[in-house]
C-alpha cells in the first residue's frame, strides 16, 4: 500500500517550492540588480518563467498521461532543482534569465501532475476536495509569505539564497516521492507526438508575448504585436492539422468535444482574467489612490481566503452539480466586480479588504478545487494528466489575457481623463505625460502641488473602476460557461480510476 501521508508530503513540498518562487524572487530583485546590473532585462526574469511554465504546462501533462505520473513529477523536480541552482550561480542578467527558464519548465510538471496523483489516490470526495483545496490553498499562502521570506534571505543570506534554499526541499520531496509512490507501467510503448509538442509550445509562447508585451513594451498595432499574433495563428493551425493525424497527440483534441472540459476551460480562464486583474490594480489602488503606506498586506485577505474556499467547495461537490459550482464562482465574481467598478476613493481599507475576502472565498477559491476534479471525472483515466494540465494551462493564459487587456483601458482612460481636466488643474501641456504615469503617486507625490495630487488620484482611481468592467464581462462569459459545461457531478471512483459501484467505500 501506497504511504499517502510521505506522498502528500513530497508533493505539497515540491507545490510550495515553485509557488514561493516568484514571489521570493520579486523581494530580492533590487539586491540582484545592485550586484550583477541589467536593470532594462529585468522584466524577463519574470516572463521566462511564466513563458516556460504556462508552454510546457500541457507537455507534462500529456507525457505523465503516457509514461507514468511519478516519472515526469520526479523529472519535473529534477529540472527546477537544476535551475534554481543555476540561478543561485548566475553571473549576469541574461544567464539568470536563462536559467529562470529552465526553473520555469520543470513548474510546469509539479503543478497539473500533483492534482492528478491526488485524484488518482484519493476517490472519496471529501477527502480529495479537502486536499485539492489545500494544494490549492499553498498557492495563496506562499504570495503571502513569499517577499517576506525573500526579503529575509536577501538581507541577511545574499540573494543568491532565495534559489538555494529550493534544493533541499526538493531533495526532500524528489527522495520522498521516489521511495514512496508505486506505481504500474505500461506494457506497451507510447508514441510521442513531437511535431504537435513543439507547435504547440511555439503558438503558446507567441500567444503569451503578444498578450504581455501588448499595449505595454509595444502598441497593439505595431508590427512586433501583429507578428506574434500572426505566429500563433500559423503555427496554431498547423499544431490543429498535426493533432488530427497524431497516433497520440499531446492535446487530444476529441477532449473537447466533451461539454465539461469546454466549460471548465472557459471558466477557468476567466476565473485567472479576474483573479490577476485584482492582483494587478488592487495594489495600485491602495497605495496610489488611498494613499496607503505600502500594498504588502492589500492581498492578504484574498490569499488566505483562497484556501477555505477551495476545501468547502470541493467538499460540497459531492453534493451539488459542478454547473452550480461553477455558476455560484462566477456569479460572486461578477458581484464582487461590480462593487470594484463603484468603490470610491475615499474607501476604508477594511472595505477593501472584505472585497478581497468575497472575492478568494467565493469567486477564485471554489474552481481552484473543484476544476481539477470535475474535468478529470468527465474524461477517460488515460486522459486524467491531460486534462489536469487543461485546467492550469487556460488559467495562465486568462491571467494573462485579464491584466493585459485591464492595462490598456486603465491607461487609456487615465490619460484620457488627465488631458481632459489639464487646462482647468493648471497643468502645463508639457507636464501632462509625467502627470499620466501612476508611479509618480507611489514615488514622488510630495512633489505635486496638494490641487494636482487630488486631480491625479481622483484620476487614476476612476480609470481602475472602468477597468473592472473587464471583470464583469468575464465574470458573465463564465456563467455561461456553466450553462455550457451540463450538469455533471462528482462520482466516486475506485483506485483505478473507474466509477465505484453502489455500496463501495474508499
Known sequence: MEKKGLILLAMALGLLMASLDNTITSAAISHIIKDINGFDKISWVFTAYMLAATSTMLVFGKMSDLFGRKLFYLIGIGIFLIGS???GTAQSMTQLIVYRAIQGIGSGALFPISFTIIF??????KQAGRLSGVFAGIFGISSVAGPQIGTLLAEYWGWRWCFYVNVPLGIVSFLTLLFALKESRSERRPSVDYLGTATLIVSSV??????????????????????LFAVFLVVGVLFVLVERRAKEPVLPLALFKNRMIVGMTLACLCQGAIMFSAITYLPVFSTAVLGQ????GMLTPM??????????????MQFFSFRVIMAFSMTAGAIVSILLTQIAHTASPWYLAGLMVILGLCAIGPLMS????AVAMSVDRKYI???????????????????????????????????????ANHIPADQIERMADPQLLVRASDAVPPSVLAFIRDSLGTAINHGFVLSIVFAAIGIAAA???GPGRYVKRTPHGEPAPAGHTA
Open 483 to 485: 450553462v455550457i459545461a
Open 120 to 125: 488518482t489516490l484519493f476517490t472519496d470526495p
Open 85 to 87: 541552482a543555476l540561478c
Open 206 to 227: 507567441a500567444l503569451m508575448l503578444g498578450l504581455e508585451w501588448g499595449g505595454k513594451q509595444f502598441a497593439w498595432g505595431s508590427w512586433q504585436e501583429i507578428s
Open 385 to 423: 494528466g491531460i486534462s489536469s494540465s487543461i485546467v492550469g494551462f487556460w488559467r495562465n493564459i486568462g491571467g494573462v489575457l485579464g491584466a493585459s487587456i485591464m492595462a490598456t483601458i486603465v491607461n487609456n482612460n487615465y490619460k484620457g481623463l488627465i488631458q481632459s481636466g489639464a487646462e
Open 370 to 373: 473543484v476544476a481539477q476534479n
Open 293 to 296: 503606506s505600502n500594498s504588502n
Open 303 to 316: 490569499m488566505f481566503s483562497l484556501m477555505p474556499g477551495a476545501i468547502t467547495f470541493g467538499t460540497l
